[in-house]
């Protein structure tokens, strides 16, 4: 087997084990609330060591919200950073290669949609975990903001980074809200393009791509 192969099979084990693990965190959360197991128990339900639940997670809480391995699809980050067309300034297809960043996660999201289940179930449960989603959040906007600056050859904390940011994951936020409720029947790309084409409205044409 190639190193490559072995490579992928590994990461694909880790992912498994680090989905079981949230998976049973977030359960167990539901039936009894944060303090009402332990860790032992998270790891007798999936099979493997405390230690390797701390190799995965720090806490329950970062096991029921989502390691930040999970914020991004490596194959559509490296996707959004080989597609900007040259030439000097902010990129006229940035908006766009943005959207289509962001719908990657919400497909990724849309493939195990039992997860997203054990995530509400945990929080409804405990809301205080709540706040840990919107710190979580925040943080993964700044990741983000600086991986657009990254593409754009834009200085860290250049407010073009974060508010294109901000006006993108607010448009899909509201999209997904949409896209997962049970009894919607539109694609995600249905439930997106408007709200693209109003916010390219509202900024005058700028965010229109010129490909």
Same mark, same amino acid.
């Given at each position: 087997?190639?190193? #490559?192969?072995?490579?992928?099979?590994?990461?694909?084990?880790?992912?498994?084990?680090r989905?079981?693990? #949230?998976?049973?965190?977030r359960?167990?959360?539901?039936?009894?609330?944060?303090?009402? +197991?332990t860790?032992?128990?998270v790891?007798?339900?999936v099979? %493997?060591?405390?230690r390797?639940? +701390?190799?995965?997670?720090?806490?329950?809480?970062?096991?029921?919200?989502?390691?930040p391995r999970?914020?991004?699809?490596?194959?559509? !980050?490296?996707?959004?950073?080989?597609?900007?067309?040259?030439?000097?300034? %902010? #990129?006229?297809?940035? +908006?766009?290669d943005? %959207?289509?960043?962001?719908?990657?996660? !919400?497909?990724?999201?849309?493939? #195990?949609?039992?997860?997203l289940?054990?995530?509400?179930?945990?929080?409804?449960?405990?809301?205080?975990?709540?706040?840990?989603?919107?710190?979580?959040?925040?943080l993964?906007?700044?990741?983000?903001s600086?991986? %657009?600056?990254?593409?754009?050859?834009?200085?860290?904390?250049?407010? !073009?980074?974060?508010?294109?940011?901000?006006?993108?994951?607010?448009?899909?936020h509201?999209s997904?809200?949409?896209y997962?409720?049970?009894?919607?029947?539109?694609?995600?790309?249905e439930?997106?393009?408007p709200?693209?084409?109003?916010?390219?409205?509202l900024?005058?044409?700028?965010?229109t791509s010129?490909?």
């Open positions: 087997m190639s190193d #490559s192969a072995t490579t992928g099979l590994r990461e694909r084990r880790m992912a498994e084990t989905r079981a693990l #949230s998976h049973a965190t359960t167990l959360t539901a039936e009894h609330g944060l303090q009402g +197991f860790i032992e128990q790891c007798e339900r099979g %493997v060591s405390r390797t639940f +701390f190799n995965y997670f720090e806490a329950k809480e970062q096991a029921i919200v989502g390691h999970e914020w991004f699809d490596d194959d559509a !980050v490296e996707m959004f950073l080989a597609i900007r067309p040259p030439g000097d300034g %902010v #990129s006229v297809t940035l +908006f766009d943005l %959207v289509a960043l962001e719908m990657a996660h !919400v497909t990724q999201l849309a493939q #195990s949609r039992q997860e289940r054990d995530l509400l179930a945990a929080i409804e449960t405990e809301p205080q975990l709540l706040q840990r989603m919107m710190k979580a959040g925040m993964r906007n700044d990741r983000l600086d991986l %657009v600056a990254r593409r754009e050859g834009l200085e860290p904390g250049d407010p !073009v980074a974060s508010v294109a940011v901000l006006l993108v994951t607010t448009l899909m509201s997904a809200e949409i997962f409720t049970p009894e919607n029947t539109l694609t995600l790309d439930i997106v393009a709200r693209v084409a109003a916010a390219r409205a900024l005058g044409g700028a965010a010129q490909r």
